[in-house]
């Protein structure tokens, strides 16, 4: 009802100390509702942080439609001003000195390490390492151990919970409703810690960067181990306990998902999806929210050939724009849904800009458009993923260091129609890396570095446009994939490498079938100053020459495409055909960016 609450949050017992190791199962809250008709009236608010939401509007008990069934007047309603919150816990804080340890070596840590194995400085002794940061393993296997950091349920709830929308009608969002995923934090506190060193060669080593391809002749922890090099004597020597001190800071955690499923949907409403990066978190961001909105278990192209099957995604056709048409202000829960609403769906890129959604993913049965002056950009390390029937891309996409999956297929409401990729004149579509500069005296603590899966902010992304028949990349519209570079506080610069652009055409077609050709009038960039880009073509047939064959979808590619362009690597396909023209002579080579 309005203004109602319904929430499941973390309340430890009254004087327990009730932690879990990582490895230990943990179940999230969970809050679940199924009906023919769900309803979230005016300021009514489902809390359930890093938990999950599963809402089911369905018209036969507990039973959801198979895929192939039809819409009918079930629906899901969020009204104005109410709020589903999976968000993650914020009120947490831990001492620094948890992740402190005195663990032992003993033969079975030292196993890859023949050099000290039987090392006595270090077999049977402790060691005191930092359990965020262990050696290689080839000095010693530590990583067992790092189920001694024991968590409350309220810390393992920071991250951001799950929310799943499915109905066998439609789902309406009103506007100013929300839906929050986003990644909560743990407050690290301020304490004392240290890390063991070691001795080989006369050099000091922090045990962090020790590795099994040295012996080591001493260890210092709280006391000092160490072995006469020449009669083998081993001494310990007791050391005042000196541990340094370590300021506390924040740790940002992944936000979660959302999944919405239906025949017909309103999207007014807000989605959070934001995360919050802590100063030690640069090199390694949480995650952003993820977004799927269609049957994305209909995806699985293995399954579908295996069964005979075209995709059902339910989703009509969608339309992402900068405004879209807000329902009337009379609109209620029992109002049906005009026809055009019912068959497009409406995306505001304005509302996806600021939702900070790090992933989106789109399943359409029919059209998904991208509106002119759109404006969709996605966050450092987004990923924007289309699939539909027919793709038509008017306006630009950017994601910095991301990636952009475009698609289109068969799917079972459009079998015969054409499933092209359009991209508009004009239009250009990047996943560049960026520029980043810490040495200018300050460094910017909120710009991440890299990505959690490793992919570093100054590297160019990845571009992948696969057609169930052509590709028609318009005039002067632009595919860009380069990479930039890092200049870090001590001024060395670390150059970016391009990333990667796909192009594939008249996928998943029989032999028999009419083939659709490649259209590239458009410029395929992957200038960086490291390592040059990946191209891949896959088409029905290729010629490489100066002249074409004149066969049913044919490319051609002239030989100077090879020869200072962007590219250092090239994956070509012919699936029917590949020609090289008798005299033709490649010389590839790459035009790096210059500095």
């Known amino acids: ?45 489902i809390l359930a942080p890093g938990g999950h939401v599963t809402l089911s509007a369905q018209a036969i008990g507990n039973q959801f439609q198979s895929p192939l069934g039809q819409a009918n007047d079930s629906r899901i309603y969020q009204a104005a001003n109410s709020v589903i919150d999976v968000s993650g816990t914020r009120d947490v804080s831990e001492s620094i000195e948890r992740y402190f340890k005195i663990l032992d070596l003993r033969a079975n840590e030292l196993r890859d390490n023949p050099l000290n194995r039987d090392n006595p400085v270090l077999r049977g002794e402790e060691v005191l390492v930092d359990l965020r940061n262990l050696p290689d393993s080839s000095f010693a296997d530590l990583s067992p151990f790092l189920n001694l950091i024991q968590r409350t349920a309220a810390e ?5 919970g799950t929310v799943k929308l499915r109905s066998e009608g439609d789902i309406v969002l009103r506007q100013d409703s929300s839906i929050n995923i986003s990644g909560g934090v743990v407050n690290i506190r301020e304490g004392y810690g240290g890390r063991a060193l070691l001795l080989s060669g006369g050099a000091e080593i922090d045990v962090v960067k020790a590795k099994g391809d040295r012996v080591y002749q001493a ?35 992944d936000a979660g998902k959302l999944s919405l499923l239906a025949h017909a949907y309103v999207l007014d409403g807000d989605f959070v999806a934001g995360v919050t990066l802590g100063e030690n978190q640069r090199l390694a961001a949480p995650k952003r929210g993820e977004l799927v909105i269609g049957d994305e278990s209909q995806a699985d192209s293995q399954r579908n050939k295996q069964l005979y099957l075209t995709p059902n995604y339910k989703t009509p056709d969608v339309s992402i724009r900068k405004s879209i048409d807000f329902l009337a202000s009379d609109f ?10 019912k068959t497009i769906t409406q995306l505001s890129s304005d509302l996806l800009n600021v939702s900070q959604l790090g992933k989106i993913a789109v399943y359409s049965n029919g059209k998904v458009t991208v509106e002119s002056d759109s404006g969709l950009v996605l966050p450092e390390f987004g990923e924007l993923s289309l699939t539909g029937n027919r793709i038509e891309v008017r306006d630009s996409l950017s994601a910095v260091a991301g990636k952009l999956s475009l698609k289109s297929q068969e799917t079972s409401q459009f079998s015969f129609a054409q499933s092209s990729i359009d991209i508009a004149p004009g239009a250009v579509l990047t996943t560049a890396g960026k520029w980043v500069n810490d040495n200018l005296g300050r460094i910017d603590l909120t710009q991440a570095l890299k990505s959690s899966a490793g992919q570093s902010v100054w590297d160019g992304g990845s571009v992948s446009l696969e057609a169930f028949d052509g590709i028609n990349l318009g005039a002067a519209s632009v595919v860009d994939v380069g990479g930039s570079g890092y200049i870090g506080p001590d001024r060395k610069l670390t150059l970016g490498n391009a990333g990667s652009i796909a192009l594939s055409t008249n996928r998943g077609k029989g032999v028999e079938s ?8 458009g410029v395929l960039r992957a200038q960086a100053p490291g390592r040059g880009g990946s191209l891949s073509l896959r088409v029905p047939a290729l010629t490489i020459g100066a002249t074409a064959r004149g066969v049913n979808g044919e490319f051609l590619l002239a030989p100077q495409f ?7 690597k090239y994956y070509l396909e012919g699936r029917e055909s590949v020609m090289v023209a008798a005299g033709t002579t490649l010389a590839p080579s790459v035009a790096s960016r210059k500095l």
């Open 514 to 521: 009419p083939l659709a050709a490649l259209n590239l009038q």
């Open 1 to 45: 009802g309005a203004n109602s609450i319904t929430e499941v949050i973390p309340e430890p017992r009254a004087g327990s100390n009730d932690v879990l190791a990582d490895n230990q199962n943990f179940h999230p809250s969970t809050i679940q509702g199924v009906g023919k008709k769900i309803v979230l009236e005016e300021s009514a608010r």
């Open 156 to 160: 393992k709830l920071a991250v951001g």
């Open 562 to 568: 090879f020869s200072g362009n962007d590219f250092a």
């Open 332 to 341: 209620n829960a029992d109002t049906a849904l005009e026809t055009g609403r």
């Open 219 to 253: 260890l210092f922890n709280d006391k000092f181990i160490t072995i006469d090099p020449k009669w083998g004597v081993i001494q310990t020597y007791s050391l005042l306990s000196h541990r340094p001190y370590y300021k506390g800071y924040v740790e940002g955690k």
